[in-house]
C-alpha cells in the first residue's frame, strides 16, 4: 500500500474543543483518523497541542506532504513514521495520523485493526454510572467516577446486564433525588447533585436490584481522580465524608480502604496523589480487587518501570503519550511486571472506535468508556462488532 495523499482538518471534539483529523488516501480508499483530549490531565502526559492549534496544523500539514509514495506494508512502517515525527507534532496530530495509518494498513492487509496487534481478550468494559468533579462542573461528587463493571466470558453480555444498572441508577436517582433532572457528564455518567457517599449508596441499590435479576457477577469500582482535589499535602472535600472535609495523607489511605470495604469496590483509581506512589502501593496492601494507575503513569514507560510494584492495574490511553509505538511498548511492559491493562476513553473524545481494537489487540482485560452518549457507544457497539467476528 503506498500513501497516495494526507491531509489534516481542525474538527471538533465531544466537548465541542478543536482537534485535529488526518485523511490518508490510498488505491484502497481514504481513511481518517483523529485523536481525543481529557479534561483531567497526568502531569506526566503529552501536551495534545501548543498555543495555537491553527499554526500546529499548518505546519503540520507540510509534514504529512512528505509522506506522499510512502509504502505501508506493516506495523514497523507506522512506527518509522512516528519515529520521524518532529517532537513539536507529538499530541494530538500524531495519533490522529498514527490511527489513520492504522485504519488504512488493516484494509490493506484485510484485518481488522486488533488483528495487527497478535494478542485478543475478551473485553469487559467499566462503566461509569454517576459522575463529579471536573466532569461534573463541580456538581455533586468530588470523587470523579463511580463505575460498574459486570464480570463474564462474553463482551456482550457484559454490556447487557451493565446497561441494565445504568437504566436502574438512573430510575432511583428519578425517583429520590429531587436535583437531578436527568443530565449527564461529558463520558455519560449522571450528574446526580448527591455527594459521594450518597451516590456509591444509590449505585450499589442498583447493582444490588440487578443482581437480583440476573444472578450477575456485578462489581462496583471508583476513579478519585484525587490529584484533582490534593493541594499542600491534604485532601478537601467540597462536602464531608464520613463526617470530614480536610484529610491529610494517612486519612484520605484509610478513607480509600473504609470505602473499599463498605462497598466492595473491585476497582480503585487514582486514590491518591499521582506524586504518592507508595500511597498507591499502601491501599493495594489493604484491598482486594485491582488498585489502578492512570495520573500515575500515564501510558509511559519510564513511569511504569517506576512504580509498578504499588499498582496491579494500569490504564492504556494512547494519547498520553500520542504514539502507537509507545503504546505497545507500555502494553508489553505492563504485561512483563503481570500488571492488569486497561484501555481508556478520554473525557473529550471523537467518534473513532479504535480503543475498542487496541483493548482487544492489546490484551486487555478491560476497556474504561462511557455507556451513553454517541462516542462512547460507538465503542461498545465496536466490542459487540469483535465478538461477533466483524
Known amino acids: 500500500m503506498k500513501i497516495r495523499d494526507a491531509t489534516v482538518l481542525k474538527i471538533l471534539n465531544a466537548n465541542s474543543n478543536s482537534t485535529a483529523e488526518v485523511e490518508i488516501e490510498t488505491e484502497n480508499g481514504v481513511f481518517r483518523g483523529s485523536s481525543p483530549a481529557g479534561e483531567s490531565n497526568s502531569m506526566y502526559e503529552v501536551n495534545q497541542f501548543g498555543e495555537s492549534i491553527d499554526k500546529e496544523l499548518q505546519s503540520f500539514a507540510s509534514f504529512l506532504k512528505g509522506l506522499k509514495n510512502r509504502k505501508i506494508e506493516a506495523l514497523q512502517d507506522i512506527y518509522a513514521i512516528e519515529d520521524s515525527m518532529p517532537k513539536n507534532f507529538i499530541g494530538g496530530p500524531s495519533l490522529s495520523l498514527s490511527y489513520a495509518l492504522l485504519y488504512a494498513l488493516s484494509n490493506s492487509l484485510h484485518k481488522s485493526p486488533y488483528q495487527l496487534f497478535g494478542k485478543k481478550e475478551t473485553v469487559i468494559p467499566v462503566c461509569k454510572m454517576i459522575g463529579g468533579g471536573l466532569h461534573a462542573s463541580g456538581l455533586g461528587m468530588d470523587i470523579q467516577e463511580i463505575l460498574v463493571a459486570t464480570l463474564s466470558d462474553s463482551s456482550t453480555s457484559s ?232
Open 159 to 390: 454490556i447487557n446486564d451493565t446497561i441494565k444498572v445504568y437504566k436502574e441508577v438512573k430510575d432511583l436517582l428519578e425517583k429520590t433525588t429531587s436535583s437531578f433532572i436527568g443530565g449527564v457528564d461529558p463520558e455519560g455518567g449522571f450528574v446526580s447533585g448527591l455527594d459521594n457517599y450518597e451516590s456509591l449508596k444509590t449505585v450499589r441499590k442498583a447493582v444490588e436490584n440487578v443482581i437480583k435479576e440476573t444472578g450477575s457477577d456485578i462489581r462496583m469500582g471508583v476513579d478519585f481522580a484525587a490529584s484533582t482535589f490534593y493541594k499542600d499535602g491534604r485532601y478537601t472535600y467540597r462536602r464531608p465524608i464520613y463526617g470530614k472535609k480536610t484529610l491529610e495523607k494517612g486519612e484520605q489511605i484509610d478513607l480509600t480502604v473504609k470505602l473499599a470495604n463498605e462497598f466492595d469496590l473491585y476497582y480503585i483509581e487514582d486514590p491518591v496523589d499521582q506524586t504518592l506512589p507508595e500511597d498507591y502501593g499502601e491501599i493495594m496492601g489493604k484491598t482486594d480487587g485491582l488498585v489502578v494507575g492512570d495520573d500515575l503513569t500515564a501510558t509511559t514507560p519510564e513511569r511504569l518501570e517506576k512504580v509498578h510494584d504499588n499498582i496491579n492495574s494500569t490504564l492504556i490511553k494512547p494519547n498520553q503519550v500520542a504514539l502507537l509505538k509507545l503504546v505497545g511498548a507500555y502494553s508489553d511492559l505492563a504485561d512483563s511486571f503481570n500488571i492488569t491493562k486497561v484501555v481508556s476513553h478520554r473525557s473529550e473524545e471523537t467518534c473513532v472506535p479504535i480503543i475498542s481494537d487496541l483493548a482487544v489487540g492489546l490484551g486487555a482485560k478491560y476497556l474504561k468508556v462511557g455507556i451513553n452518549r454517541g462516542e462512547r457507544v460507538e465503542k461498545i457497539n465496536r466490542l459487540i462488532e469483535i465478538e461477533h467476528g466483524i
